[in-house]
């Protein structure tokens, strides 16, 4: 799995979710606490599914790790 590249808007860095695999989002979105996921404006286009970098980068993580140790207990 790939981290995303951050979309910079007013200062502030965030994603969106239909920028990932619908397996990735649904794990995302359930992960998230209610009301994580924010409307965006950029020049004028709303983005409906955006979520802040930084809470991004951390599900990534932990996600990462998850996958990392249920690969060790395979074998």
Known sequence: MSKLI???INGSNWI???Q???E???RLKSWLP???LKKIN???IELNDCVAFDTYLLWF???QLYVQRQALLDF
């Open 42 to 44: 950029l020049n004028g």
């Open 24 to 26: 990735q989002a649904l």
């Open 6 to 8: 951050p979309i910079s």
């Open 34 to 36: 209610v009301n994580s």
């Open 16 to 18: 969106q979710l239909s």
């Open 61 to 63: 993580r932990s996600h």
């Open 20 to 22: 990932l695999s619908v």
